[in-house]
């Protein structure tokens, strides 16, 4: 009679540890999805069976939630972090996924979608994703979301009111010059923030200058390049607006680079609230937006559509609020 296969042999034939096939089975992240496909494949091959294998051959049921991100940057580990919270104690465990290396191309939540959909999670939350809509064999959610007109379920901030309140602060302070520097066009968070920009500016009776925005692409070298480009001008502006916090602590250093004191010659407001924007060596004035309570909304939201019941809305958009610190001031005389 066939002996009963063993985690043992599993480790074995897979050519890993046995802790690496436990963390396979059992769903836990901080392995290589390749390895956990193999080791998967393996255990199957054998006849294997834990409490993950057995109850995902059967039921195609894992406990898992994946969490999508094309980088581990400050944002979407706060994210993270409001998702891991939420799901501590619960029956769910949870799993981080970066798409940083295909990049290169749009739609990389699809590719990973399809290799973990089914076989490793029951369900995904996407962060800043690069599609508008993805279809898959689990309940998808996305944490700012992608332009367009979208059918999944989203939660995100008020990225519109959040911009505008920012502006009319820096307009409040006297300055008429602010410059905006942009983020990722494709997100609806930068374009609620540039027109959030552009509505504040309006409303105080100033007139938009396109040449005072430039696109920084939610990205620290765009934003330096957009940063030189404002701050090289001969009439630049008095005050910067920009779109995250990670660009406005871009323009704060190349405005040092370009001897030019912060807040007494430039002012510079943020958004986001990073844990970063506070600990600056010049703590940012900035908005914040509730990116842990936005990743725990995410997580009740998919855990939701995964018990098959129907929320009572699936487009959740989180308060925003300015946090005055010390990079802004009146200009100078």
Same mark, same amino acid.
């Given at each position: 009679m066939r002996?009963?296969?063993?985690?043992?042999?599993?480790?074995?034939?897979a050519g890993?540890s046995v802790s690496?096939?436990?963390?396979?089975?059992n769903?836990?992240?901080?392995?290589?999805?390749?390895t956990?496909?193999?080791v998967?494949q393996v255990?199957?091959?054998?006849?294997y069976?834990s409490?993950l294998v057995?109850?995902?051959m059967?039921?195609?049921?894992?406990?898992?939630?994946?969490v999508?991100?094309a980088?581990?940057?400050?944002?979407?580990?706060?994210?993270?972090?409001?998702v891991?919270?939420?799901?501590?104690?619960?029956?769910?465990?949870l799993?981080?996924?970066s798409?940083s290396?295909?990049?290169s191309?749009?739609g990389?939540?699809?590719?990973?979608l399809?290799?973990l959909?089914?076989?490793?999670?029951?369900g995904?939350i996407m962060?800043?994703?690069?599609?508008?809509n $993805?279809t =898959? !064999?689990?309940?998808?959610v /996305?944490? +700012?979301p992608h332009t367009?007109r979208?059918? %999944?379920?989203? $939660?995100e =901030? !008020?990225?519109?009111?959040? /911009?505008? +309140?920012?502006?009319?602060?820096?307009m409040? %302070?006297?300055?008429?010059?602010?410059?905006?520097v942009?983020?990722?066009p +494709?997100?609806r968070?930068?374009?609620?923030?540039?027109a959030?920009y552009r509505?504040?500016?309006?409303e105080?009776?100033?007139p938009f200058?396109?040449s005072?925005?430039?696109?920084?692409?939610?990205?620290p070298?765009?934003a330096r390049k957009?940063?030189?480009?404002?701050?090289?001008?001969?009439?630049r502006?008095?005050?910067?607006?920009?779109?995250n916090?990670?660009s406005a602590?871009?323009?704060?250093?190349?405005a040092?680079?370009?001897?030019?004191?912060?807040?007494g010659?430039?002012s510079?407001?943020?958004?986001?609230d990073i844990?970063?924007?506070?600990r600056?060596g010049?703590?940012?004035?900035?908005v914040?937006q509730p990116m842990?309570?936005?990743?725990?909304s995410?997580?009740?939201?998919?855990?939701?559509?995964?018990?098959?019941?129907?929320?009572?809305?699936?487009?959740?958009?989180?308060?925003?609020?300015?946090i005055?610190?010390t990079?802004?001031?009146?200009?100078a005389?």
């Amino acid at each position: 009679m066939r002996r009963r296969a063993t985690i043992l042999d599993v480790a074995e034939a897979a050519g890993v540890s046995v802790s690496t096939v436990s963390k396979a089975v059992n769903g836990r992240y901080g392995i290589a999805v390749e390895t956990v496909e193999r080791v998967l494949q393996v255990a199957r091959d054998l006849g294997y069976e834990s409490s993950l294998v057995a109850s995902s051959m059967r039921s195609r049921k894992t406990g898992v939630i994946g969490v999508l991100v094309a980088d581990f940057e400050p944002f979407s580990a706060e994210i993270l972090k409001g998702v891991g919270s939420a799901l501590s104690g619960s029956r769910y465990d949870l799993l981080a996924y970066s798409g940083s290396n295909q990049l290169s191309s749009e739609g990389w939540e699809r590719r990973s979608l399809s290799r973990l959909s089914g076989t490793l999670i029951d369900g995904a939350i996407m962060v800043t994703p690069t599609v508008v809509n $993805v279809t =898959a !064999d689990v309940p998808i959610v /996305a944490v +700012d979301p992608h332009t367009g007109r979208a059918d %999944l379920p989203t $939660v995100e =901030a !008020d990225n519109l009111g959040g /911009a505008r +309140d920012a502006t009319r602060f820096l307009m409040g %302070l006297g300055h008429r010059r602010i410059g905006f520097v942009a983020g990722r066009p +494709d997100l609806r968070s930068a374009m609620a923030r540039e027109a959030g920009y552009r509505r504040a500016l309006s409303e105080g009776g100033l007139p938009f200058d396109q040449s005072l925005v430039e696109v920084g692409n939610y990205d620290p070298e765009y934003a330096r390049k957009a940063a030189h480009r404002l701050l090289n001008r001969p009439d630049r502006p008095t005050a910067v607006f920009a779109a995250n916090d990670l660009s406005a602590i871009v323009v704060i250093a190349v405005a040092r680079e370009l001897g030019i004191q912060v807040p007494g010659e430039l002012s510079v407001v943020g958004f986001d609230d990073i844990p970063e924007a506070a600990r600056h060596g010049l703590p940012l004035t900035t908005v914040h937006q509730p990116m842990s309570r936005m990743g725990a909304s995410a997580a009740a939201l998919v855990v939701a559509l995964m018990n098959g019941e129907t929320p009572e809305t699936t487009q959740l958009k989180m308060p925003t609020r300015l946090i005055v610190r010390t990079t802004t001031a009146p200009p100078a005389a």
